[in-house]
Every structure is written in C-alpha cells, then in structure tokens.
C-alpha cells in the first residue's frame, strides 16, 4: 500500500504541478488580451454585483497575485492588483468570478452556505492535522485512537474540498453567463475568460482528488492495524 500510496502521491504532485504552470501561463496569455470596452477589473466586479441588485458589497484590491477572492464575513470582493485596476480578458474573468461568489451569498447558495460554516472547523483541524497524524502512525500500537482522530480532522478538510468544487464551478458559470449575456466581451475574449476559469477550476479539482487520496490512505493505515489486533 505505501509503494502505490506514494506513485499516486507522485501522480497528484505532477498534475498539481502542471495545472498550476498552465493557469499560470494562460492568465499571463489572457493579461494580454485587452477589453474592448476599457473596463477595469474593479469596474467589472461593481456593474455584475449591481446588475444582480447587490450594493451592500465593496470591490477592493489586495496585495499579491492570484490572490483574488470573495469574503462572505464582510461583504468584500477582493482583487488582486494585478486584477483590480487592469483591463484585459483575465482581469475580467476573475474579477466577474469572484462577483459570482458574492451573488451566491445573496441568493442564498447552500454549498457556499455549507462552506462558509465549515470554515472555522477546517482552520482549527488545519493547524493541528498533521501532528495528530503522525502522532497516530508513530503510537499506533499503543495508541491508535489518536490516528482515528487524526483521520476525523482530515476528513473535515477533504469534506470542505470537496464541497469547494461545486461553489467553485458555479462562480464561474455565474460569470460567463453575465459576461455573455451583458455583452461584457467579445466573441474572443469570453473564449479567453472561459479557459482561463476553466484552468482555475482545474487547481481545486486537483486539490480535492488528492485530498481525498491521503485520507484513504491514512484511514488503510488504521484499518490495517485493527486487523493485525
């Protein structure tokens, strides 16, 4: 189990890998490609949140790149720098795919819903997991409730994986369908907002799998060691 535990942790790595290196150089690539409307990213974000009759939510910048996201506590939609004052197809999709996070908390989506309360239990199991895990491995003979611990908090963070997944595509589809259907874009810059999303959408898909592959990898540990009991 740990030889093909570790090919598949290779396999997860390699497409981790590349996914990110893709998306990377396809915002890069789609940086380039400027609106032919002129609008920036903040400009994107403030028409979609009005055109869905939210005004209680704020379109501020945040440092870093790639940083972008939507913050349900405090109604902000926060873009990245390079988002918030450029104007070109990527800045437009992300800034358009967040607004679709702040449209869901007006609608009242139940998986962002789901998400969002699971938010505290995932930063709390997050600081500890790993510790509690290889605690587990180390005293499994002679405490193995502790690996079943261990597995517990990281099943609450594979769970909040999975869960990200359906909030994450429907962001996005809530994006280009306003990008569409307001005319927002042309023909080929809505081609270039949607690969880039879709590329996006790709790092949590891979997140997930691979989550969910470490945790049934520890839980073949503690069942293993029930056996051998």
């Not at 358009?96 to 449209?103: D, F, I, P, R, S």
Request: proline share 2%; aromatic share 10%.
């Amino acid at each position: 189990m740990g030889s093909g535990y570790m090919l598949l942790a290779l396999l997860i790595m390699g497409a981790s890998w590349l996914v990110s290196s893709t998306l990377k150089s396809k915002f890069e690539h789609y940086s380039k490609l400027y609106l032919q409307n002129g609008m920036s990213g903040k400009e994107i974000a403030e028409q979609m949140l009005h055109d869905n009759g939210i005004y209680d939510v704020k379109v501020i910048s945040t440092p870093g790149m790639l940083t972008d996201h939507y913050n349900p506590a405090d109604k902000t939609v926060n873009l990245s720098e390079g988002v918030y004052n450029q104007r070109n197809a990527a800045a437009a999709a992300v800034a358009a795919h967040e607004c679709g996070h702040a449209v869901q908390h007006a609608k009242g989506y139940q998986w962002l819903t789901m998400r969002s309360q699971l938010v505290p239990v995932v930063s709390f199991a997050s600081n500890i997991v790993q510790w509690v895990l290889l605690g587990g491995i180390l005293m499994i003979k002679v405490f193995p409730s502790l690996l079943f611990i261990g597995i517990v908090l990281f099943a609450a963070t594979t769970l909040f994986s999975i869960i990200t997944l359906p909030v994450e595509y429907d962001a996005s589809n809530r994006a280009l369908a306003w990008l569409k259907d307001k005319r927002m874009v042309n023909q080929a810059e809505y081609a270039g907002a949607e690969d880039a999303l879709k590329w996006a959408a790709r790092t949590y898909l891979v997140a997930a799998i691979g989550s969910i592959a470490t945790l049934l990898y520890y839980v073949s540990i503690f069942m293993g060691s029930r056996e051998r009991e």
